[in-house]
């Protein structure tokens, strides 16, 4: 069985995902959207202009370092092929 379809790693897919708004789970629940800046081998991530995603009031939290060992989970922005 051969497939045409290439497999990404997960460093590609963060990769292609710089510069661009993605949302990360938080081991506390919490849900923080922002602009992917960079990350590192553990999964540290650099967000700018963040906020932390509430029910009805966003709490904006500017730029902030999550590490890695407390994502539980990221949302990706979908790609311009699929819409």
């Known amino acids: 069985m051969t497939s ?3 497999t990404l790693r997960p460093k590609d897919i963060l990769v292609a995902s710089l510069e661009k708004t993605i949302i990360v789970k938080l081991k506390s629940q919490k849900l923080i ?3 992917l800046n960079s ?9 700018t202009n ?6 009805n009031n ?3 939290l500017g730029d902030v370092i999550i590490r890695g ?7 990706f922005p979908e790609e311009e092929d699929e819409k």
């Open 4 to 6: 045409t379809q290439q």
């Open 50 to 55: 963040s906020y932390e995603m509430r029910e």
């Open 69 to 75: 060992d407390n994502v539980i989970m990221l949302v």
């Open 33 to 35: 959207r922002g602009t």
């Open 58 to 60: 966003p709490v904006p």
């Open 39 to 47: 990350f590192d081998q553990h999964l540290n991530l650099y967000l």
